[in-house]
């Protein structure tokens, strides 16, 4: 059941392990929501189910289509956040004036002071709001919904992970809440306050990833709306998000947030409705090739295990997934290289099968190590990164590494000979706790409290990049209004998840990323103990989309 669930897991991932190869995005597990006093079981097909608390405009069942709320495909620039009747305008970020967090509003200042990443600084608002203004919107109420999941495969594989596996639904509930009671108190958003409400799925999301029980997918999509959902914070990077399960959010006009490695063209056909933290897998395909092009072709494999490779050319192997969404992207991945005269010596596909992965793994390094491969490039789920480096000890073979990195416990699982020459590349630092603005923050909203989950952070960054749209969307709140507030985002300066920014069709804040290399005696940031990723280059970040930020052309890293 594990394995099975595992190979699942992988599907899903495995698209943005091909793109991020060169460039990736550090993903962990969350759990879910379960909100004490707000939970709903939903029932039948339409999911209305019974509620206890309050809820959004119209509640439960009973929902109107708010202002905006139009179809999936519709891109909105420049929407009014103050001009619906009514509605009384947000005065203009960095007017004069008091926040409703104590800042005194000048040129520059920022909503709080606690983090890099706060919006403009803008007026403490009186007026009138609208009230309803969309699905989800009251006066004082935006409610965000949390789909919980129903599937014993999950769980088996959460019990099977032993320490790297996330805590319970509600120490992440505990955290999130610490989270949101503090910027409710502390961001703009024009009387209202937001709430998260979970109900019980009646999809599998395991079975969605594979195509199957779409109905149930449909169904709690539907829920979502009729408890009156705003937003869905299931849609964070979470095994509860699904590809099938965004999409009939949008096609229900609630927005979500946390789609993984799909590309822009698709961000743009379910406009205004998805958004995601970390950058679409366009992005990083062209990032990765960039990261190549310019850092490793053409000069020696200075970080192989074996000498005589350090001595020769690079020679680049590449590892995929055989599924055909994932062989897209690979095709992608090649022929950008080819455009810089780079070309790839031996490419092979696997089966994302954990029951054969082993032994799939040992014909996948044999062939690497017959056509003289010194680079492997592996974009590959976290498993197989286990199986492939296991089997290259076995057959003395001491290649460098290209990969993914799944966190420093997953690094930990890997054979520690292989990986000590594996680099990688990262979205965001985790400094020793104390240093850590997530821990900071938290310790702001809880005195005296530790947090509750250690993947907290993953309950901050989602709180950062929800309430800065909300405040940039204005007290007009609706879908096209929520997009406005992401695309006009300020470039931010940078902090522990990098620097964020937005821009014309910017579905994903996150604009830079560093390389690193595997050090097996390294502390992690993440948890204290020894095995983490260290940063190359001395720290230096580099600008996704901007081929220059790379460095000169055809000079080696420094890690």
């Not at 939970?39 to 069942?61: D, F």
């Not at 502390?186 to 594979?210: F, T």
């Not at 005269?341 to 793994?361: H, L, P």
């Not at 390294?522 to 204290?528: H, I, Q, T």
Request: include cysteine; aromatic fraction near 10%; hydrophobic fraction near 35%.
């Amino acid at each position: 059941m594990v394995r099975r669930y595992l190979a699942r897991l992988a599907r899903r991932y495995a698209p943005m392990a091909v793109a991020l190869a060169a460039l990736v995005l550090v993903l962990t597990l969350v759990p879910s929501i379960n909100q004490s006093g707000q939970h709903v079981q939903a029932t039948g097909s339409g999911g209305s189910g019974s509620m206890s608390g309050g809820t959004g405009a119209g509640g439960a069942g009973n929902v109107a289509v708010g202002a905006g709320a139009t179809g999936p495909g519709s891109t909105v620039a420049g929407a009014g956040s103050g001009s619906a009747a009514g509605v009384t305008p947000a005065a203009a970020s960095g007017s004069g004036g008091t926040t409703r967090s104590g800042v005194a509003c000048a040129s520059g200042a920022k909503q709080v002071t606690w983090t890099v990443y706060s919006p403009p600084c803008v007026p403490a608002y009186h007026g009138s709001n609208g009230g309803a203004t969309a699905a989800g919107v009251s006066g004082d109420t935006i409610t965000a919904v949390f789909r919980r999941t129903n599937s014993a495969e999950e769980k088996a594989a959460f019990a099977a992970a032993g320490s790297a596996a996330p805590g319970t639904d509600d120490q992440y509930l505990s955290d999130l809440r610490a989270y949101i009671d503090l910027f409710n108190r502390s961001y703009e958003l024009y009387g209202r306050h937001l709430v998260v409400k979970d109900y019980n799925g009646q999809g599998d999301n395991i079975a969605e990833d594979q195509g199957q029980d779409l109905q149930g997918a449909q169904a709690d999509a539907a829920t979502a709306r009729s408890m009156g959902g705003f937003m869905d914070l299931s849609s964070s990077p979470t095994l509860a998000s699904t590809q099938p399960y965004e999409e009939d959010l949008a096609q229900q006009h609630v927005i979500a947030i946390g789609a993984v490695g799909l590309p822009q063209s698709w961000f743009r056909q379910y406009a205004p409705y998805e958004y995601s933290i970390a950058p679409d897998g366009t992005k990083v395909v062209n990032a990765g090739i960039q990261g190549i092009c310019r850092r490793a072709a053409g000069m020696p494999a200075i970080f192989a295990g074996d000498p005589s490779y350090q001595r020769r050319t690079r020679t680049f192997g590449l590892i995929t997934p055989e599924n055909p969404q994932y062989m897209q992207e690979g095709d992608q991945f090649q022929s950008g290289l080819a455009s810089c005269g780079t070309t790839i010596a031996k490419r092979v596909s696997y089966s994302i099968n954990i029951s054969t992965e082993e032994q799939q793994s040992t014909s996948i390094m044999a062939q690497m190590r017959s056509a003289g491969v010194t680079t492997v490039i592996c974009g590959c789920d976290p498993i197989m990164e286990i199986f492939l480096s296991r089997s290259a000890d076995q057959q003395q073979y001491s290649p460098e590494w290209t990969v993914t990195p799944w966190l420093d416990p997953q690094g930990r699982e890997t054979s520690q000979n292989q990986w000590s020459h594996a680099g990688a590349a990262q979205a965001f630092t985790f400094p020793p706790k104390a240093q850590s603005e997530a821990y900071q923050v938290f310790k702001l909203a809880r005195p005296g409290q530790e947090p509750a989950e250690k993947y907290y952070v993953e309950a901050y960054w989602t709180s950062l990049y929800i309430f800065s749209a909300l405040q940039l969307a204005g007290p007009n709140l609706n879908a096209q209004t929520f997009q406005r507030g992401v695309f006009t985002e300020p470039t931010t300066p940078r902090g522990m998840f990098g620097t964020w920014a937005g821009g014309p069709e910017a579905y994903s804040p996150t604009v830079e990323g560093y390389l690193s290399h595997w050090n097996p005696n390294a502390v992690s940031g993440l948890d204290g103990m020894k095995g983490a990723w260290v940063a190359c280059e001395g720290g230096q970040w580099f600008r996704i989309d901007d081929p220059n930020s790379w460095g000169p052309p055809h000079t080696q890293l420094r890690c």
